[in-house]
């Protein structure tokens, strides 16, 4: 799979493991928003129940209770027994609720919920940044292992030339046995140098496919052009007055200050009574005294006289949250500043080092082309051509280290200020 620095980016961004996580975070949280919000509608509500009565008290008439007359005689003529309703009683009830002063800790309730969307939102920009850096840091790093690994095989070249003229010289009594171990000795550890930069160079490439969401042992081809990307950053007070307004973890904080306040007041809000509007249409079947079908409304009032204290330390604790956010606040302000300022001085001092280390290169290029030009004319030795060649390979691994190192700490800048490092 052959991808540049920006593909690699948007592929991550779309597959990559910890993107996904947040991302269903995110629908999950805006669910128990939705839910929230569902608190401000009236309730509807069906109820019913079959019960049967063991015995039934009755209204008993007792013999002659209503007078005792010549031409009827006692009325009535013996004791009646008038049941109330029957043994099994039918209700069924819908009714409606609307919550009136309980609006108050609802809507509290629907502040903190928004928070919680927005601090999950927040987070999955985070890891999105995150995930960007991370990117941009595992290319770089692969591109120059693999410009290292290519200046210790040259390194390595011209160790072996050496070798074999040491080993000439010994023969021919222009040199002690001692040189040819030295050199044979340079040769091993380059050789350990180029099989520890495989070895790191195996493990960043199975760490770029891990974070790309794909299979750890997907091959990929890099650009090698993508190393001299420079990113586009604001000034160094701009970037302080951004990040104070745009970054994402005091943004994430800020939202958990709002969500904090909002339990505070919906803590004191707990000390108003509950009262509700309701709505009730009933159907009774064996009930005495009641038609089969009627309607109630009117309000119901709640209100708990004691409870232990329980609200008053609800407030405390919601009060000590608020001072908590707040000092939380204060201090992610302070360390982002220092972040910043931290950040533009190691990219000044990345700069310079790239400046440095271009000088290098050109004066590595040159020793090259006169060391060629001196091979060629046979006033110098192969092993002095070829370790020119290497040197020169070393210092291009060097500059192309210092462009990424000034690339990485641009992006790391970036994502601070609450940027996509792309």
Same mark, same amino acid.
């Given at each position: 799979m052959q991808l540049t620095? %920006? #593909?690699?980016?948007?592929?991550? /961004?779309? #597959?990559?493991?910890?993107?996904?996580?947040?991302?269903?975070?995110v629908e999950q949280t805006q669910s128990?928003?939705?839910e929230a919000r569902s608190d401000y509608l009236p309730q509807i509500k069906a109820s019913g129940s079959v019960l049967h009565? !063991? %015995? &039934?008290?009755?209204? $008993?008439?007792?013999?002659? *209770?209503?007078?005792?007359?010549? *031409?009827?005689?006692p009325v009535p003529a013996k004791p009646l027994v008038v049941d109330q309703g029957s043994d !099994? @009683?039918? !209700?069924?009830a819908a009714g409606l609720e609307q919550p009136l002063t309980q609006l108050f800790r609802i809507h509290q309730a629907n502040v903190a919920a928004k928070q919680d969307l927005l601090i999950a939102k927040t987070q999955l920009d985070q890891t999105q940044d995150s995930i960007a850096l991370q990117v941009r840091q595992l290319y770089y790093n692969i591109l120059i292992n693999q410009q290292k690994l290519k200046a210790s095989q040259d390194q390595l070249a011209a160790a072996q030339i050496k070798d074999e003229e040491s080993r000439n010289d010994v023969a021919r009594g222009n040199a002690l046995e001692i040189s040819a171990l030295?050199?044979?000795a340079a040769i091993l550890q380059v050789q350990q140098e180029s099989l520890t930069l495989r070895l790191q160079g195996n493990d960043l490439q199975r760490q770029l496919a891990d974070v790309?969401? /794909?299979?750890? $042992?997907?091959?990929?081809? /890099?650009?090698?052009g993508a190393a001299a990307v420079a990113l586009d950053i604001p000034s160094r007070t701009d970037a302080i007055r951004i990040a104070l307004d745009q970054n994402q973890d005091l943004k994430a904080a800020r939202q958990t200050l709002t969500k904090a306040q909002a339990g505070l007041t919906a803590a004191k809000d707990a000390y108003i009574p509950d009262v509700t509007a309701l709505s009730r249409y009933s159907y009774q079947s064996g009930v005495p005294f009641l038609v089969h079908n009627f309607g109630t409304f009117g309000f119901s009032l709640g209100y708990d006289l004691f409870d232990g204290g329980r609200r008053e330390a609800k407030v405390r604790e919601a009060r000590s949250e608020v001072h908590s956010a707040e000092v939380t606040v204060d201090k992610l302000q302070s360390e982002i500043e220092v972040q910043v300022q931290g950040i533009y001085d190691r990219v000044d001092e990345l700069r310079q080092m790239v400046d440095v280390a271009g000088q290098v290169l050109k004066v590595r290029t040159e020793a090259a082309r006169l060391a060629d030009r001196q091979f060629e004319q046979t006033a110098a030795l192969d092993s002095a051509r070829s370790q020119s060649h290497a040197d020169l390979a070393s210092a291009t691994a060097s500059l192309l $280290?210092?462009?990424?190192? &000034?690339? /990485?700490? %641009? *992006?790391? &800048?970036?994502? !601070?200020? @609450?940027?996509?490092?792309?």
């Open positions: 620095l %920006e #593909q690699a980016i948007n592929l991550a /961004l779309k #597959q990559n493991h910890s993107i996904h996580l947040r991302s269903l975070s128990k928003k939705d009565i !063991t %015995e &039934l008290a009755g209204i $008993e008439i007792p013999k002659g *209770a209503f007078g005792n007359y010549p *031409a009827t005689g !099994t @009683g039918y !209700t069924g030295q050199s044979k790309l969401g /794909l299979p750890v $042992e997907t091959p990929i081809d /890099l650009d090698p $280290e210092a462009n990424c190192g &000034l690339s /990485l700490a %641009e *992006a790391d &800048l970036k994502r !601070t200020i @609450g940027q996509m490092p792309q």
